[in-house]
């Protein structure tokens, strides 16, 4: 495990006198109960963090995207490295949502950014994915602007995170990362071999690395302040954000209807189509899952089994639960066109096309290592930036004068996760 996932071997390893018993059955029982200690502590940490620098905005309405996805809470209690991956994710979305929402304390996301991203690189090989939307964040972060009294606060606390993930990877990046399943995979042992050369170089020039993110990217933040501040470039960057988050609520809202109409594509596997090129086949993938906004006939791998798949238990959420996903995750990308402020606006979609490349990455990979997409490597994507994308609906809804709307959402969630508890307790019955 130390080669797979170092952050969860170290976890385990710290809890063992505490959890360890000599039945394997009770060790696995306990092992799923600290799982969800540490779950629940992320989520108690994520509100927090949310409360304490948006202090504008409550918090419960910011959190609503933790709360559309039930498959999460399974996932984050697995007896596996992706639990530790899941309370990850909930932390990094956190950290995100006070970048886009927040102001006075918006420094404060720094730290807790960079120890999150550090805990998904340490926990699964899957946690890499979520590169290329860390480095959109924090080039919107840019863009934007923050806190203009604490540049360093925010980039001492990303390097902090950087200088953790060159401690959680250090043994990795010397012996690699070691995978069982790559017999007869040349791609996946050229794809393993490259990233296990880079690690090993990232690994030797951490300091480097923290250095130049502070140092530079400090310098950068001050040095945009002016331009930032331009009347001009501002007003065209709000003309242009707005009309692209209207392009993107247009979009989803004719999909929505075309569903019904039209079959929408779905990614093929590799016993399917075994012969089909790897850029065709990730680009098949990337459209699958960007026509996501559909009604029915629901993509098994881009979708169904993230969002209504509870792993092994192989139980799917009927379609009227997934349905109501989907409409939520409409709503909240029509109310970031309708409702959101434009720097909030601007860091949704910063944020929401960031995971678009992170999950093109995904595809890619998976079609590099020969082996068919499983809904769970997308999860650090898609619980940040659901969590950004539906922190739009939650501010209209604390915004919104009538508390009956609020208690009607409210009690909708709360009926999704039961409803999806009751779905997959049918099975052992």
Partial sequence: ???????????WRSATPVWSQPAVADTLWRLR??????????????????????????????????????????FGTMVSDWALLSSAS??????????AHGRERVAWAGLPLGVSVALLLGSNLAGFTVLPLSAAALAGYLCVGGDRRRPLV?????????????????????????????????????????????????????????????????????????????????RLAKSMLAATAATIAVIACLQLAASLLWRFPQMPTFEEVPTLPVLVRAGHGLLTLLSAARLRQFDHATFTSLWGGFGWLDTMLPAPLLIAIVLGLSAGLLLTWLHLPHRARALTIIVTAGGIVSAAVTLTAVVLMQRNLHGRYLLPIVVPVTMVVMSAAGRWLWDS???????AVGTGLALLHGCSLAWVSLRYI
């Fill in 1 to 11: 495990m130390d080669n797979r996932s170092p952050a969860s071997a170290l976890l």
């Fill in 33 to 74: 109960i600290l799982h969800a200690m540490v779950f629940a502590t992320a989520i108690a940490i994520a509100a927090a963090l949310v409360v304490w620098c948006v202090p504008a905005i409550p918090g419960p309405g910011l959190l609503a995207g933790v709360a559309l996805l039930p498959t999460l809470p399974y």
């Fill in 90 to 99: 909930v932390l990094f979305g956190a950290s995100l949502l006070v970048l």
């Fill in 154 to 234: 925010f980039w001492g606390g990303v390097a902090i995170g950087a200088v953790l993930a060159s401690w959680l990877l250090a043994e990795v990046a010397v012996a690699g990362y070691q995978r069982p399943d790559t017999f007869e995979r040349p791609t996946y042992v050229a794809m393993l071999t490259a990233a296990n050369r880079s690690l090993a170089f990232v690994g030797r020039s951490w300091w480097l690395f923290a250095l130049a993110l502070v140092g530079v990217a400090g310098l950068l933040d001050v040095a945009l302040t002016r331009l930032r501040s331009h009347s001009g470039l501002n």
């Fill in 401 to 407: 004068p009538s508390a009956p709307v609020r208690w």
